[in-house]
């Protein structure tokens, strides 16, 4: 296995395609970002490792070798506080909605970290060249196997305090993510409110406090925040919402039609979904739930799944999750690699 680091400075592009778990990030758009000189970033949450190793192998096989994977980082188990009371009560506020899609509410899961153990081996095994971990920091132990391995570790933060934690756990690159950000926003804790520090300002605090290599992210729309994102210190930039229209991705059929769909212009954040927040277009699911989802996380989220496959189904924009940054008016259908290259072509005439 290679020892040898990689460092942001191989990628031709610096603009790294965003994990985006539950459908989006598949391998054809990770194949797509990286193939245009950028690094795309598979998702692994909510997969089993068996599947992962498979996405792994298959990107492989098809000559992509600069890539990374996106793990969630669970609690440890007794850190992990669950308010069975209030979510019994999140189910019952469910059961009308579920029982007009034809679906039932889950049992309340028990908690389990196995799945992300698995999860974390196959990407050892495979020497995944940047391993990223969203909602908390790896264990020293992960860390250390995957720096034998000769990945490089990436922790995803939201503020500057969690970036020096990151450093001081051996991250190789601080993923800083701006409140502007589409999907979950990476606080360490589940119940913590996230900071609302733009990332033009919270992107160079951070850089004056860390020495490791940066990557922002949130809500970046044009070539011209690349630019200024790099200008305040970024070493590459992500995009997620951008990607989320391409062909290549796996994004459901209402999700796509809400990005275009000027109704749903405005973003929001919300625990609605998953007991985390997360930034999505606004629509009648938030609307009606989220003031009485309690800040629990992954057994919120297993609840609601059900009820967002079955809307999915149906094509229902108001019973799905639409993660989305605050850029996405810019959203367009064109190729990942078309917008890759875009964006790196309006930054280099404004560098
Ligand atoms: C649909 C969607 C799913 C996401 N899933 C993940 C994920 O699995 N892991 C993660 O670290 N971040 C996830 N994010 C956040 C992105 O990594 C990134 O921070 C964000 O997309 C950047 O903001 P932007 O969407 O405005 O470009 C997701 C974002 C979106 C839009």
Do not use: C, K
Request: glycine fraction near 10%; aromatic fraction near 6%; charged fraction near 20%.
């Amino acid at each position: 296995m290679s020892a040898v680091t990689p460092t942001l400075t191989d990628l031709t592009i610096p603009v790294v395609g965003a994990p985006m778990a539950g459908g989006p990030s598949t391998d054809d758009l990770v194949a797509a970002v990286s193939g245009a000189g950028g690094l795309g970033f598979l998702a692994t949450a909510y997969r089993p490792g068996t599947a992962v190793a498979q996405s792994i192998t298959a990107l492989r096989d098809r000559g992509v070798d600069r890539f990374g994977a996106n793990v969630f980082v669970p609690d440890a188990p007794a850190d992990h506080v669950v308010d069975r009371a209030a979510l019994r009560a999140y189910r019952d506020a469910l059961a009308p909605r579920a029982a007009a899609l034809g679906v039932t509410v889950p049992e309340i899961p028990e908690y389990s970290t196995d799945a992300y153990d698995e999860v974390v081996a196959v990407l050892v095994e495979a020497a995944v060249p940047w391993v990223s971990f969203t909602f908390g920091l790896p264990s020293q132990s992960d860390v250390a196997a995957l720096h034998d391995a000769g990945s490089a570790i990436v922790i995803t933060v939201t503020d500057v305090d969690d970036a020096r934690a990151a450093v001081d756990r051996g991250a190789d690159v601080v993923w800083v993510q701006g409140p502007e950000a589409g999907g979950h926003r990476s606080t360490f804790s589940v119940d913590a409110e996230p900071p609302t520090t733009p990332l033009v300002d919270l992107l160079p605090a951070v850089r004056a406090a860390i020495d490791v290599e940066v990557i922002a992210s949130g809500g970046v729309a044009s070539g011209a925040d690349v630019a200024r994102l790099l200008a305040l210190g970024a070493d590459a930039v992500a995009v997620g919402t951008l990607l989320l229209n391409t062909p290549e991705a796996g994004t459901s059929g209402a999700h796509r039609r809400a990005l275009a769909d000027p109704a749903f212009a405005e973003t929001v954040l919300t625990r609605a979904f998953s007991g985390r927040p997360a930034r999505g277009l606004d629509n009648a699911f938030h609307r009606d739930l989220h003031e009485l989802a309690p800040a629990t996380f992954p057994e919120l989220n297993t609840l609601t799944g059900p009820l967002r496959t079955a809307a999915a189904v149906q094509g229902d924009p108001d019973g799905v999750t639409l993660w989305a940054g605050t850029g996405v008016a810019a959203v367009t259908d064109d190729p990942a690699a078309t917008v890759v290259e875009r964006l790196w072509a309006q930054a280099r005439e404004l560098g």
